[in-house]
């Protein structure tokens, strides 16, 4: 569930219905409180747990502003309610990464994340009606036939498989002691990516595989070369910027998108000029972004149900306190991540956390991934975090969970 998963089946959601996307489940809300409790009593039993909460703060940047932004934002209560499950997300990351070993930790992350894959493979089979967009569906009927499996959309499940296909080509053989496992492995994310149809999940998959490449490259090199190899690599995305503009219209068209990104590029400009009042503070956490899009669907008909991009998320939630909020943090995990990979601590693994961080730059221009609570996104940087943090107060060495 914190990835995301079986949020429509547990809230009892048909997708033939419409559903406002501030309405809430007791069911759920239930559930999502009981994981964080556990979270609460599992990373609680660890040892150091304070050194590790005081040097992992960045984590709690966002939640922490989301909670404050009640203060502020139209709908108080839903603000709040919202905040707690951003919270929780948050929290969860830093229990799985204070409880086991950096291994053991990328261990229960990526094989999570292939039994998602497997069981949305299994409802495709089992329950189509759900496990597959239908033209019966309330909302955005055009994707059927494309899979969600135990997701609510298309996009979420290619986004997870896109990540998963990544990171198991990358670390498969840290993940996974056989060699069949790991080809049933790739074979079930590449089968999630491929019919879930999502430009997003493909151009997530290309990232990681490209990024953690890179970085390994990096790693095997001589100690002495490492920084310039890593300039150069640096250098080169530098470079290939300048041509942005051509390789993303190369890109859209491999993929079949259109140019305006599905009308993301349009709907960003009907958000934008309502920030012409807010821009210190935003409007507040969820609810102000959704008294935004009321005002736009009711002028143009559009209804996003975010903004789909995480940087706008931030402008729109909190203003530019946001921004310099997000700069930090990803400038945080940006300076650690690298000094993990430049220094002679650790295996192939510590190559992760930079990969989710340049991943997290990449995902959140088209998609809402940094506030999204109860999501795969935030818990994965949370995660990150927690395992770079543990080289400063542990070191390497064995579980987290004291007697």
């Given at each position: 569930?914190?990835?995301?998963?079986?949020?429509?089946?547990?809230?009892?959601?048909?997708?033939?219905?419409?559903?406002?996307?501030?309405?809430?489940?007791?069911?759920?809300?239930?559930?999502?409180?009981?994981?964080?409790?556990?979270?609460?009593?599992?990373?609680?039993?660890?040892?150091?747990?304070?050194?590790?909460?005081?040097?992992?703060?960045?984590?709690?940047?966002?939640?922490?502003?989301?909670?404050?932004?009640?203060?502020?934002?139209?709908?108080?209560?839903?603000?709040?309610?919202?905040?707690?499950?951003?919270?929780?997300?948050?929290?969860?990351?830093?229990?799985?990464?204070?409880?086991?070993?950096?291994?053991?930790?990328?261990?229960?992350?990526?094989?999570?994340?292939?039994?998602?894959?497997?069981?949305?493979?299994?409802?495709?089979?089992?329950?189509?009606?759900?496990?597959?967009?239908?033209?019966?569906?309330?909302?955005?009927?055009?994707?059927?036939?494309?899979?969600?499996?135990?997701?609510?959309?298309?996009?979420?499940?290619?986004?997870?498989?896109?990540?998963?296909?990544?990171?198991?080509?990358?670390?498969?053989?840290?993940?996974?002691?056989?060699?069949?496992?790991?080809?049933?492995?790739?074979?079930?994310?590449?089968?999630?990516?491929?019919?879930?149809?999502?430009?997003?999940?493909?151009?997530?998959?290309?990232?990681?595989?490209?990024?953690?490449?890179?970085?390994?490259?990096?790693?095997?090199?001589?100690?002495?070369?490492?920084?310039?190899?890593?300039?150069?690599?640096?250098?080169?995305?530098?470079?290939?910027?300048?041509?942005?503009?051509?390789?993303?219209?190369?890109?859209?068209?491999?993929?079949?998108?259109?140019?305006?990104?599905?009308?993301?590029?349009?709907?960003?400009?009907?958000?934008?000029?309502?920030?012409?009042?807010?821009?210190?503070?935003?409007?507040?956490?969820?609810?102000?972004?959704?008294?935004?899009?009321?005002?736009?669907?009711?002028?143009?008909?559009?209804?996003?149900?975010?903004?789909?991009?995480?940087?706008?998320?931030?402008?729109?939630?909190?203003?530019?306190?946001?921004?310099?909020?997000?700069?930090?943090?990803?400038?945080?995990?940006?300076?650690?991540?690298?000094?993990?990979?430049?220094?002679?601590?650790?295996?192939?693994?510590?190559?992760?956390?930079?990969c989710v961080v340049f991943h997290t730059i990449q995902f959140n221009i088209v998609e809402s991934g940094f506030l999204a609570g109860n999501s795969?996104?935030?818990?994965?940087?949370?995660?990150?975090?927690?395992?770079?943090?543990?080289?400063?107060?542990?070191?390497?060495?064995?579980?987290?969970?004291?007697?």
């Open positions: 569930m914190l990835i995301g998963a079986f949020t429509l089946q547990i809230a009892g959601v048909d997708p033939r219905v419409t559903r406002q996307f501030s309405e809430g489940s007791l069911v759920s809300q239930m559930i999502m409180g009981f994981i964080y409790l556990i979270s609460i009593l599992l990373f609680s039993q660890t040892s150091q747990a304070l050194a590790t909460l005081v040097r992992s703060w960045p984590i709690f940047l966002f939640p922490m502003l989301a909670l404050m932004s009640a203060l502020w934002a139209p709908e108080p209560e839903l603000t709040v309610r919202r905040s707690i499950a951003l919270f929780g997300t948050s929290l969860f990351g830093l229990a799985l990464g204070s409880t086991y070993t950096f291994r053991d930790s990328l261990k229960v992350a990526v094989r999570a994340l292939v039994l998602a894959l497997i069981l949305s493979m299994l409802w495709v089979v089992v329950f189509p009606q759900i496990g597959i967009h239908q033209a019966s569906d309330a909302v955005e009927p055009i994707h059927a036939g494309k899979w969600r499996g135990v997701f609510a959309h298309k996009n979420a499940l290619g986004a997870v498989a896109g990540f998963a296909f990544g990171v198991v080509l990358l670390y498969g053989g840290s993940v996974f002691s056989s060699t069949l496992h790991r080809l049933a492995a790739i074979t079930v994310t590449a089968a999630c990516l491929i019919f879930a149809g999502s430009g997003t999940g493909f151009a997530t998959a290309i990232n990681v595989a490209i990024i953690g490449s890179s970085m390994r490259l990096v790693t095997a090199a001589r100690f002495d070369l490492r920084l310039p190899l890593l300039l150069v690599f640096a250098s080169t995305a530098g470079l290939l910027s300048f041509f942005a503009n051509n390789l993303e219209a190369i890109a859209l068209e491999a993929l079949g998108k259109d140019p305006d990104l599905t009308g993301r590029t349009l709907y960003w400009s009907y958000v934008l000029p309502f920030m012409s009042d807010h821009w210190v503070l935003g409007y507040g956490y969820f609810s102000g972004f959704l008294s935004i899009g009321a005002t736009i669907a009711a002028i143009t008909g559009l209804d996003f149900g975010s903004t789909h991009n995480g940087y706008l998320d931030i402008l729109v939630s909190f203003g530019l306190i946001g921004f310099i909020a997000g700069t930090l943090y990803l400038g945080w995990l940006l300076f650690r991540g690298t000094g993990l990979i430049l220094s002679s601590r650790g295996g192939v693994e510590k190559t992760f956390p930079i795969l996104w935030p818990l994965l940087m949370a995660l990150a975090a927690t395992m770079l943090v543990r080289f400063d107060v542990l070191g390497q060495g064995g579980p987290r969970v004291t007697d």
